[in-house]
T-cell receptor, first 111, second 113 residues
Framework: DQQVKQNSPSLSVQEGRISILNCDYT??????FLWYKKYPAEGPTFLIS?????DKNEDGRFTVFLNKSAKHLSLHIVPSQPGDSAVYFC??????????FGKGTTLSVSS | GAVVSQHPSRVICKSGTSVKIECRSL??????MFWYRQFPKQSLMLMAT?????????EQGVEKDKFLINHASLTLSTLTVTSAHPEDSSFYIC?????????FGSGTRLTVV
């Protein structure tokens, strides 16, 4: 049973436009959510996080929105840049234990 | 944030041999480390939680006798893949939770031939 779901395996966006990556979760015990960027054969690189007491967190071009009632979060990247092309993983944790990852969404930003 | 060093980054071994992967927390005392495995185009799957000074907690479906985890100090956890088979070929990553979040090692690409 997949607790963290990223239903879009891929997303293509033009440079300068907004990228929106979505993530749904099923476990109501999750209280901490993170987004990671990953290249092949490398460890994940942390992008941004949000705790369950907030509904929005912003850091530069990256904004994460959390809708607890819908058990949904999204990552907005604006403006998108070609260097943003990578696989993006949504991850969640219940009470500081191990992260549970979604399957990832491959973002391609074309110039 | 915390820095984690994982070694080796890449290893090729013969079927039936054992391989040890090290994960070191360089600037943080980690009582708990996490081990993940990622198959091509798949998610990072939690294998086990490594606890300093006690036995690791394995996720369902992960063979504890095959994937030996040792966490003898607050800065080092090791994962040993015993009697490796080609189906064990994967990307293994360790992770540490620290005060401000989680950090990951750079991963180990294991290829069993």
């Amino acid at each position: 049973d997949q607790q963290v779901k990223q239903n879009s395996p891929s997303l293509s966006v033009q440079e300068g436009r907004i990228s929106i990556l979505n993530c749904d979760y099923t476990n109501s015990m999750f209280d901490y959510f993170l987004w990671y960027k990953k290249y092949p054969a490398e460890g994940p690189t942390f992008l941004i996080s949000i705790s369950s007491i907030k509904d929005k967190n912003e850091d530069g071009r990256f904004t994460v929105f959390l809708n607890k009632s819908a058990k949904h979060l999204s990552l907005h990247i604006v403006p998108s840049q070609p260097g943003d092309s990578a696989v993006y993983f949504c991850a969640a944790s219940p009470a500081g234990t191990a992260l549970i990852f979604g399957k990832g969404t491959t973002l391609s930003v074309s110039s | 944030g915390a820095v984690v060093s994982q070694h080796p980054s890449r290893v090729i071994c013969k079927s039936g041999t054992s391989v040890k992967i090290e994960c070191r927390s360089l600037d943080f005392q980690a009582t708990t480390m996490f081990w993940y495995r990622q198959f091509p185009k798949q998610s990072l799957m939690l294998m086990a939680t490594s606890n300093e000074g006690s036995k690791a907690t394995y996720e369902q479906g992960v063979e504890k006798d095959k994937f030996l985890i040792n966490h003898a100090s607050l800065t080092l956890s090791t994962l040993t893949v015993t009697s490796a088979h080609p189906e064990d070929s994967s990307f293994y990553i360790c992770s540490v939770r620290y005060q401000s979040g989680y950090t990951f090692g750079s991963g180990t690409r294991l290829t069993v031939v």
